[in-house]
C-alpha cells in the first residue's frame, strides 16, 4: 500500500532562518510526487510535480527536490507569509488518485 | 489558469436535511473530480473519484448512498450529503484534474450539522 510519511509535524522558524521539509514515501511505481500549500481555512494550493529522482524545482523561496524514497522541500529565507501547513502527495502509476501526507505546519516568526 | 471554484463556502444546517455541494473547473476541462474530507489540523482524506459521466467510485469505509455523487459534465461534479448527521461537519474540499494530471483544489465547503 502507498504511504506518505512527512516530517516534522510541525516546525518553528524565524524570519531568514533556513529550512527543510521531508516527505518520505513508498510507491509501487511512482508515477508523480506532489507539494501543495495549505492555509487555514482553504484548499490546497498546488506548488510543485515531480517525477523522477534528480528532479529539482523551484519557486521563489521554495525547492522541492526528489530522490527514490523521499523528497525535500528546501525553504529559504522564509518570511512569515510562508506561514502554512506543507502538503505531499504521491500518485501511482495507473493511479488517478493521490495519497497524502499528514503535511508540515510550518509557523515563520518576525 | 487552472482555477477551481465550490459552492457554498460554508452552510449550516439541521440533522436530518440534505446538502449539496458543488465544485466547477473554471478554465478548463476535467475528466476526473475528486472529494475529500479534513477534519481540523488532519490531512484530506478522500472519499470518491469521479469521472464525468460514469459512477463515481468510492474509497473503502465511504458510504455512497450516503454521499451521492454526480459528474454531469466536465465542468462539474456535484456531493450530495444526504440524511446529514453531526458526525458528517467537516470541511469537504474537491479537486480536478485533466486526465491523470496535476489536480487542483477548490476553496473547500465547511459544513456544520446542528
Known amino acids: 500500500e502507498d504511504q506518505v510519511t512527512q516530517s516534522p509535524e510541525a516546525l518553528r522558524l524565524q524570519e531568514g532562518e533556513s529550512s527543510s521539509l521531508n516527505c518520505s514515501y513508498t510507491?509501487?511505481?511512482?508515477?508523480?510526487l506532489f507539494w501543495y500549500r495549505q492555509d487555514p481555512g482553504k484548499g490546497p494550493e498546488f506548488l510543485f510535480t515531480l517525477y523522477s529522482a534528480g528532479e529539482e524545482k523551484e519557486k521563489e523561496r521554495l525547492k522541492a527536490t526528489l530522490t527514490k524514497k523521499e523528497s525535500f522541500l528546501h525553504i529559504t529565507a522564509p518570511k512569515p507569509e510562508d506561514s502554512a501547513t506543507y502538503l505531499c502527495?504521491?500518485?501511482?502509476?495507473?493511479?488517478?488518485?493521490?495519497?497524502f501526507g499528514a503535511g508540515t505546519r510550518l509557523t515563520v516568526k518576525p | 489558469g487552472a482555477v477551481v471554484s465550490q459552492h457554498p463556502s460554508w452552510v449550516i444546517c439541521k440533522s436530518g436535511t440534505s446538502v449539496k455541494i458543488e465544485c466547477r473547473s473554471l478554465?478548463?476541462?476535467?475528466?476526473?473530480m475528486f472529494w475529500y474530507r479534513q477534519f481540523p489540523k488532519q490531512s484530506l482524506m478522500l472519499m470518491a473519484t469521479?469521472?464525468?459521466?460514469?459512477?463515481?467510485?468510492?474509497e473503502q469505509g465511504v458510504e455512497k448512498d450516503k454521499f451521492l455523487i454526480n459528474h454531469a459534465s466536465l465542468t462539474l461534479s456535484t456531493l450530495t450529503v444526504t440524511s446529514a448527521h453531526p458526525e458528517d461537519s467537516s470541511f469537504y474540499i474537491c479537486?480536478?484534474?485533466?486526465?491523470?494530471?496535476?489536480?487542483?483544489f477548490g476553496p473547500g465547503t465547511r459544513l456544520l450539522v446542528l
Open positions: 478554465d478548463f476541462q476535467a475528466t476526473t
Open positions: 510507491v509501487s511505481g511512482l508515477r508523480g
Open positions: 479537486s480536478a484534474a485533466l486526465a491523470a494530471e496535476t489536480q487542483y
Open positions: 502527495a504521491v500518485q501511482a502509476i495507473g493511479n488517478n488518485d493521490m495519497r
Open positions: 469521479s469521472n464525468e459521466g460514469s459512477k463515481a467510485t468510492y
